[in-house]
Structure formats: structure tokens, C-alpha cells
């Protein structure tokens, strides 16, 4: 599966177009835009990414418009490498890298998306001992590099379990919308 996936350039543009939104459809002429590429290339990887099930495709008139498929195994973990890959991500686990202590980080759907449904939501969670001091350090620069305010919540192993147990709303937003993990396995904490 995976040499189908990531054997041409082309089909990474594609892929990273369509992770970067996942709510994004596109026909076959927008992508040679996007993209720069030639028709044909953009086409057969279109099929290829479609026939391993990452994309599907409906016709609207007379094009070909293809979207990610949401029921595909491998969407979340793509996402997750992906993001991880960009440079953005490349920032944020550089300077992340830096810290002691830290298990977990939790990229939220707020970030993801660019907006805030709710007062407390936050674009990142630390689980771990780290030092808030230097996390907060490393924050400030990391808003300098991206150019943006980041807003974050950092919380031990211990009280990532009780606030699971007692359904805070706060974890549960996080848990339950889109995330990317940055770094770790949440399925250590659960």
C-alpha cells in the first residue's frame, strides 16, 4: 500500500493539497493549476490515490471532482506525517524538542481550522512534567516564527486521567474534534 502511496512526486503535491483541508474537493484542471504539473500526471495519480481508496470521485457536469476519503484507514496518520513534514510542523517540533518532560503533544481542531468555537479552546496540549517556564519561552518564539498568537493548555499524566474521568469539557473538545499528534501515542495515556 504504501509504495502505491508515496512513489511520485506528483502524488505527494496531490496528497498534501488535500490533507492540508480536509474538507477540500477539487477537479483534475484546478490540481494542474495548483499544482504546476501536467495534465496527464495529475490524472493518473488521481486514479492511483483513488483506487488505494484515499480519494473519491463523483462527477459534477462534466468534470471530475475528488475529495479525501474520510473512510479510509490510513487518512489520519497521512495527516499526521504530512503536517509533520510542513514546514510549519518542522517549526514546531524543533522547538518543541528543546523541553524535558514533555510525552504528548496534541495539535487541536482549532489550529487545524484556524478558529475558535469556544472561549477555551487552545491550538496545542502538553502532556508531560515539563517546565511551564520554558514551554512558555519556547511558545513566545514559536509565535514569533509563525507570525501568530498560539494558544496552549499543559497538563501532567495525572491530570489528563482525572479530567478524561470526570468528561471536562475543556478534554473532551480536544479529544473528540480533528487532532494531530505532534508527538507520543495518546493511546498511552488512555
Not at 8 to 17: A, G, N
Not at 85 to 92: C, L, N, R, V, Y
Not at 102 to 131: A, C, E, H, W
Request: net charge positive; glycine share 4%.
Amino acid at each position: 500500500m504504501l509504495k502505491k502511496i508515496f512513489i511520485s512526486k506528483v502524488r505527494i503535491s496531490i496528497l498534501d493539497v488535500f490533507l492540508s483541508n480536509l474538507d477540500s474537493s477539487h477537479h483534475v484542471r484546478e490540481l494542474v493549476r495548483i499544482l504546476d504539473e501536467e495534465i496527464n500526471a495529475v490524472r493518473r495519480e488521481l486514479m492511483n490515490l483513488e483506487s488505494a481508496g484515499l480519494l473519491k470521485c463523483r462527477k459534477e457536469g462534466n468534470k471530475s471532482v475528488y475529495r479525501i476519503n474520510r473512510e479510509s484507514p490510513y487518512i489520519w496518520e497521512l495527516r499526521s506525517i504530512f503536517f509533520k513534514e510542513s514546514p510549519t510542523g518542522q517549526a514546531i517540533l524543533d522547538v518543541t524538542k528543546k523541553i524535558e518532560g514533555i510525552d504528548l503533544i496534541i495539535l487541536t481542531d482549532s489550529f487545524i481550522k484556524k478558529k475558535y468555537q469556544n472561549p477555551t479552546d487552545v491550538d496545542f496540549l502538553f502532556i508531560g512534567t515539563m517546565r511551564i517556564k520554558d514551554l512558555s519561552t519556547i511558545i513566545s518564539q514559536l509565535e514569533k516564527e509563525l507570525g501568530k498568537e498560539i494558544r496552549f493548555s499543559a497538563i501532567t499524566k495525572e491530570d489528563f486521567e482525572f479530567a478524561r474521568k470526570k468528561k471536562e469539557p475543556f478534554l473532551m473538545n480536544i479529544l473528540e474534534n480533528d487532532k494531530i499528534i505532534l508527538f507520543g501515542q495518546l493511546s498511552d495515556l488512555l
